[in-house]
């Protein structure tokens, strides 16, 4: 008979965390940055229906780069996470720590589930403040890990090289046109030119708005936007 193949703890973590990293590296970048109306999303993304960027509540907006299968379930989770959170205590009680926390709670116990596999998503759950001190921007990775971020964070794709080039870029209290177009250029799209970005999904958390402060950026406003337009 022979020996039962043995693979140590520490080694099958490691393959796992590749085989995750792998997965989500093949995925096209998302870049949340701050800038003076709130937090923008920029994502790399040809597809007009299978949205990257997207609303959880009131203030609370969400960016995922991966599996689109996978993070979408995560993102339907976070809303029923949201509602039942807001209906049962107060929608005050509803928070960007909070869901970032549940999500890490998540990713966590299932990458450490020798009989699943681990998502292959990394996710940015983002909460713009009444003033910007008060934004806050939070990376979850594919193992729970949890990271927050001051002004800027990029997931999927060559994530490290854009986000030095962005970090060394970006100002926080820049308009809105200025931080989209260095975000686009980090993403090797055109901002001018008459049809404007192509291949682009952008997205904003208007601090100016009351309530839902979530908005899509595209067509026509995204063109007037970067051409300076009002």
Do not use: W
Not at 59 to 72: D, K, L, P, T
Request: with cysteine.
């Amino acid at each position: 008979m022979s020996a039962p193949y043995y693979v140590s703890p520490d080694q099958l973590m490691k393959d796992r965390a590749e085989f995750a990293r792998t997965g989500i590296a093949r995925g096209r970048s998302v870049i949340t940055v701050r800038c003076a109306q709130g937090i923008a999303f920029v994502a790399a993304n040809p597809s007009r229906s299978l949205h990257k960027v997207s609303e959880i509540y009131d203030r609370i907006g969400f960016a995922a780069v991966g599996r689109y299968h996978e993070f979408e379930s995560l993102r339907v989770t976070g809303i029923r996470y949201a509602d039942l959170r807001g209906y049962s205590y107060d929608r005050a009680d509803v928070n960007a720590r909070g869901l970032a926390n549940s999500y890490a709670q998540l990713l966590g116990a299932t990458f450490s589930s020798a009989a699943e596999k681990p998502y292959e998503v990394d996710l940015v759950v983002a909460e713009v403040g009444e003033e910007p001190v008060r934004d806050t921007i939070f990376k979850i990775s594919f193992d729970g890990t949890v990271v927050e971020r001051a002004d800027c964070v990029v997931i999927g794709g060559d994530a490290d090289a854009l986000s030095a080039t962005l970090t060394a870029r970006h100002d926080p209290m820049a308009p809105l046109p200025v931080v989209l177009r260095q975000a686009l250029e980090a993403l090797g799209e055109p901002a001018g030119g008459t049809g404007g970005p192509t291949g682009v999904e952008v997205a904003l958390l208007d601090r100016r708005r009351r309530n839902r402060t979530f908005t899509r950026v595209d067509g026509p406003a995204l063109r007037k936007l970067l051409a300076g337009e009002h």
